[in-house]
């Protein structure tokens, strides 16, 4: 028998990875030891692995800056119009093995250090995610620039240089335990400073009111230092850039003459403005009216709005003058995009530059504003939009306070017009809430300061046309759009699942990684026994890859044969991993009962964040690793169950667990997720979903055909009747003798036998007001995972149906979401010109 291939010999057999030109590892080979000189000669003598990972990591990067510079050369040159995308999060995880894929260098780097010894895995482990978002919502963005990027887009994504990223997450006696995500510890090889585009941001202050009009005055400075980071596209020369703002303190500060005297005090102080960019707000489809909150939403659209400013200003089209003057132009050359309300203050800025700052009057500047300008919604959770105190504005943002206030008189002029004697309409409509205190609704100001509002689902658009949005809608039906999240198959196919992406491209070609509806074409091979064969061992070396993975890292056994069951994404409690939880206990108690019976073995594993402050949230990652402590260790159950909470679940994790998982989660309640993008990432690599008709598995049981998912549980129809008529847990506990037996157990103590009263929240939740109502999708959820079970006895009918959710995965793709955009909102069209590399001659 030959012996099995090193991890390295089977990277080389991958096609989809390119050829390792002798040129290029040569070349490689060189840079690399050029490098790794110039760390050592000013440090030490011995190499560590993190020298070599930064060695590495300059290396592509010096493959990246020529190609920078003249993608920025050439939009210079042609002034496209440029899309602005702001966020206050992007997720981007690793930045390195995505270069090299995109750049088309990963076979040659591959060779070039395993010439000299290193293996390119173990580098590649070394560096830190960018962890600057919480999770959907930041990743998203993340995918959004690949794409971006790949369609020859002139597009830059705007965010926040946040110093701690989301916590680092530990578990400790089974408690989450945060610790800060100092990232930047060792450095950052793959962004540069950029202090000559420093810019002031104004806070406090008040308004004068002068002759000329408003000034807002006496403010205090805080500067913002660019940090500019490339965002390569697949193999097509582009380099956009990604430019995240860090708070600096201006070096007068707080040495004004009113401070006379405590020198050093002021200089210690400066770090109450440069806060700002400390650290990322942990909450995920949360509202938290913190004031430091609010200076970073207002330091972001600050600074990136004089940013685009100045580059609409200086560009050299159509314009014979040094600097543009007029902004008749400017919603033709500008394209920025909400994503979600935490930008919305781009709306009243820009209103404050144009009309306080070049001097346009307010219908002028507001036809600019709202053509320039398209919002993004995220959720339809009530306590996720944001509403924040008015009294907050008046003293942070006084000026802006008053555009708002006449934003909002205009609004509601139109409003009374359109249905004269309607208040109630009037107030519902509001951009300012009444209550105590006065709040400003955002979500209400990036509509009516928006030429599109879009929805990440189809159902959730229709949700938001009909409910929360309703009274806009009524009014300007136009506005409202859909656009279906999707995600990058570049880092969610090829780099996480090169096995996979490799036996796809032997058989329809290497066409779908930039065109993913050529998936289409792999249902020709359904019944192709030796495809079929292939993709089973693709994900069975996945799924061994992972367990051992997991032995290494967390000395936790799993069985390989059994069905990987795996909910990764934040915790929270209208994702129901308490259902999930409810499930695992069913079958536990299934095995007690009949030991001897034959049972599908399962490996169920949960992983995700739950914000510090979200006490349900930790509490019920508690009662899962309380649950897996005894699972695991009853004698009776074997291999047949176990239960495994993932630490730390980020994106480098989502890249080893996805690709090895058989079963994906997708249980909210019916109306709840906006859209979720774990979905469409399983279902590109091969594992089968079970979920409810939420979201966008709507959208991919209607591509795959419903009778390749898992569907259980109500509509959204059945949970509005259920509201209508009231959900009485008791009902179900009363009728239903297993889900009786698991709560009677969690209520007992069964699970946390040194303190029985412990998950008495979780119960008390579960059993009087729970708005996400688990137990009435509990018995369709256990005979669905019943329908799973059987399934699974038939491997080679369950990978007909992984091959079809594959085939059927092409429009999940964020090239086709990002394609939309442009077209419908943006007004721009993508463009496959492959700029010239910068070894060659520009025309």
């Not at 176990?642 to 994790?653: A, D, G, P, Q």
């Not at 007992?748 to 939740?765: Q, R, Y």
């Amino acid at each position: 028998m030959s012996k099995p291939l090193t991890d390295h010999e089977k990277r080389k057999q991958i096609s989809v990875r390119g050829i390792a030109g002798l040129g290029d590892v040569v070349e490689v080979k060189k840079s690399f030891n050029r490098h790794l000189h110039f760390t050592l000669v000013k440090d030490r003598n011995v190499a560590t692995p993190r020298d070599y990972y930064f060695a590495l990591a300059h290396t592509v990067r010096d493959h990246l800056v020529g190609r920078w510079i003249r993608t920025q050369q050439y939009y210079y040159e042609k002034d496209p119009k440029r899309i602005h995308y702001l966020s206050l999060e992007f997720y981007m995880g690793r930045t390195l093995q995505n270069t090299m894929i995109n750049l088309g260098l990963q076979n040659a780097c591959d060779e070039a250090i395993y010439q000299l010894g290193l293996d390119l895995e173990e580098l590649e482990e070394i560096e830190e995610d960018a962890g600057l978002g919480n999770g959907g919502l930041g990743r998203l963005a993340a995918c959004f620039l690949d794409s971006m990027a790949s369609l020859g887009l002139a597009a830059y994504g705007y965010g926040i240089r946040y110093e701690f990223g989301i916590f680092n997450q530990k578990i400790t006696n089974g408690w989450q335990v945060e610790e800060a995500d100092d990232w930047l510890r060792y450095g950052n090889p793959w962004e540069k400073a950029r202090p000559e585009y420093m810019l002031p941001v104004h806070f406090y202050g008040r308004v004068e009111h002068a002759d000329e009009g408003p000034k807002w005055v006496d403010t205090q400075v805080v500067l913002a230092m660019p940090y500019d980071t490339p965002v390569p596209g697949y193999k097509n020369n582009t380099v956009n850039t990604m430019r995240l703002w860090s708070a600096k303190a201006p070096n007068d500060f707080n040495l004004q003459e009113f401070n006379v005297g405590d020198y050093i005090q002021a200089v210690l102080d400066r770090n109450l403005a440069e806060n700002i960019s400390r650290v990322l707000y942990p909450n995920d489809n949360f509202f938290e009216g913190k004031e430091l909150r609010l200076k970073q939403e207002y330091f972001v659209v600050a600074a990136t709005l004089q940013d685009i400013i100045r580059r609409f200003k200086s560009s050299k089209f159509g314009c014979r003058d040094p600097v543009r003057t007029s902004f008749e132009a400017f919603p033709e050359k500008v394209a920025i995009q909400l994503n979600d309300t935490h930008p919305a203050l781009a709306i009243p800025e820009l209103m404050r530059i144009l009309v306080d700052i070049e001097r346009l009057d307010w219908e002028k500047a507001w036809e600019i504003t709202t053509k320039t300008c398209a919002y993004t919604n995220h959720t339809v959770l009530p306590e996720a939009l944001e509403r924040w105190p008015i009294h907050m504005f008046e003293t942070l943002l006084p000026r802006h306070l008053q555009i708002i206030y006449e934003i909002n008189q205009q609004h509601l002029d139109r409003v009374a017009a359109l249905y004269p004697g309607d208040r109630d309409r009037l107030c519902r409509m509001s951009l300012i809430e009444e209550g105590n205190p006065k709040r400003i609704n955002m979500a209400h100001l990036c509509v009516v300061g928006s030429h599109a509002v879009n929805g990440v689902a189809r159902i959730h658009s229709d949700i938001v046309k009909t409910t929360v949005f309703k009274d806009f809608c009524d009014i300007e039906p136009e506005k409202f759009q859909n656009k279906t999240n999707g995600i990058t198959p570049r880092r969610w196919l090829l780099l996480c699942n090169p096995g996979l992406a490799d036996i796809i491209a032997e058989k329809i070609g290497e066409e779908f990684l930039t065109d993913l509806f050529q998936l289409r074409k792999l249902l020709d091979f359904v019944n192709d026994a030796q495809f079929i064969r292939d993709v089973a061992n693709v994900k069975q070396e996945n799924k061994l890859k992972f367990a051992a993975y997991l032995e290494s890292e967390y000395k936790v056994k799993i069985n390989p044969e059994s069905i990987f069951d795996i909910q990764v994404k934040r915790i929270h409690e209208y994702k129901r991993q308490l259902l999930n939880c409810l499930h695992v206990i069913t079958l536990y108690n299934r095995i007690k009962k009949d030991p001897n019976k034959k049972f599908v073995p399962r490996t169920v594993m949960i992983g995700g964040k739950a914000a510090p402050g979200y006490h349900m949230a930790k509490m019920i990652i508690k009662l899962f690793t309380s649950v897996g402590e005894v699972v695991n260790h009853d004698p009776v159950v074997g291999d047949r169950l176990k239960v495994i909470f993932l630490e730390n679940y980020r994106v480098s994790l989502a890249e080893k667990v996805i690709p090895a998982a058989d079963l994906s989660e997708q249980i909210s309640t019916a109306g709840t997720e906006a859209s979720g993008t774990g979905n469409m990432k399983f279902m590109l690599n091969g594992a089968l979903t079970i979920g409810t008709m939420d979201g966008a598995n709507v959208e991919m049981a209607e591509e795959a055909g419903e009778e390749n998912l898992f569907i259980f549980g109500m509509r959204v129809e059945d949970v509005e009747a259920m509201d209508k008529k009231g959900y009485n847990a008791r009902e179900y506990y009363e009728r239903l003798p297993e889900l009786k037996q698991v709560m009677d157990q969690i209520s007992a103590g069964f699970f946390s036998p040194k303190e029985p009263e412990l998950f008495k929240d979780i119960v008390n939740m579960l059993m009087n007001h729970d708005r996400f109502k688990v137990f009435a999708d509990y018995e369709a959820y256990i005979s669905c995972q019943e329908k799973v079970n059987e399934l699974y006895r038939n491997p080679k009918e369950w990978t007909k149906k992984v091959i079809r959710n594959i085939a059927a995965s092409g429009k999940f793709s964020s090239d086709r979401t990002i394609t939309e955009y442009a077209r419908e909102i943006w007004g721009v069209e993508p463009s496959d010109v492959k700029i010239p590399p910068p070894n060659e001659p520009r025309e």
